[in-house]
């Protein structure tokens, strides 16, 4: 059975950092690209950023580039979001996504497998 659990969320003021994980089980971690996504109620889920099998190559929104870096640890099966300098807008649902074949970054059709999500709350 294939689960990718997300954890990490929680509330931060504007200016702050957390640390999101996502943990895969049930298929070869080490073959798929990771992504990050979000999403805020009543609104599109968004492509936030990728990392490539190896953790060579990743690709960010320009909306958080330089202040977010994703990372993975395929020893562990497990992806990370570093997010620091924190927003109000950067308040969301963050879901992570499995890619068995190299997708297209921001192609969410393009990903297999999703997490269920952990909030995210920045306050101003």
């Known amino acids: 059975q294939v689960q990718l659990v997300e954890s990490g969320g929680g509330l931060v003021q504007a200016g702050g950092s957390l640390r999101l994980s996502c943990a895969a089980s049930?298929?070869?971690?080490?073959?798929?690209?990771m992504g990050w996504f979000r999403q805020v109620p009543g609104k599109e889920r968004e492509f936030v950023t990728t990392?490539?099998?190896?953790?060579?190559?990743?690709f960010y929104a320009g909306s958080v580039k330089g202040r977010f870096t994703i990372s993975r640890d395929n020893a562990k099966d497990t992806v990370y979001l570093q997010m620091n300098s924190l927003k109000p807008e950067d308040t969301a649902v963050y879901y992570c996504?499995?890619?068995?074949?190299?997708?297209?970054?921001?192609?969410?059709?393009?990903?297999?497998?999703w997490g269920r999500g952990t909030q995210v709350t920045v306050s101003s």
């Open positions: 996504a499995a890619a068995y074949r190299i997708p297209t970054p921001f192609k969410q059709e393009e990903y297999d497998y």
């Open positions: 049930g298929f070869t971690f080490s073959r798929n690209a």
């Open positions: 990392i490539s099998r190896s953790g060579s190559n990743t």
